[in-house]
């Protein structure tokens, strides 16, 4: 039951993250070619991909990887994404920084789930 309640964090992580992108191109916040203001260069249109892609593979992971080490692989990139985006603050809609509140909300309760989880009583 743990490792479907993570997937469940991960997917709803996943959705905030995109939810966050679409409002960004319809209320005109997004530029075109650009990140953060700069253009952006072929490896940070990777960087961001690589970044949108670790709530999706976490899902994957939560499902398949032994409990144990699971259960250290989800605070850590939790809490790695986290740090990433408090980088990013404040951002410039309110929307969006309502939603990066969302998702460390949702990356607390991952990591609480974690913690919490007892890999040798239930898997």
Do not use: C, H
């Not at 603050?89 to 939603?99: E, H, M, R, T, V």
């Amino acid at each position: 039951m743990t490792r479907i309640i993570l997937a469940g964090g991960w997917i709803s992580l996943m959705l905030v993250y995109l939810l966050g992108d679409v409002l960004r191109i319809f209320s005109g916040d997004a530029e075109p070619g650009r990140i953060g203001g700069k253009p952006a260069a072929d490896w940070m249109w990777v960087l961001a991909a690589l970044v949108m892609l670790v709530p999706i593979v976490m899902i994957t992971v939560s499902l398949m990887v032994p409990a144990t080490p699971l259960k250290w692989i989800t605070v850590v990139v939790s809490a790695a994404l986290v740090v990433f985006n408090l980088t990013g603050l404040p951002y410039k809609g309110l929307y969006d920084n309502l939603l990066i509140v969302v998702s460390f909300a949702f990356n607390a309760l991952v990591i609480w789930v974690a913690l919490a989880w007892r890999p040798g009583v239930e898997q």
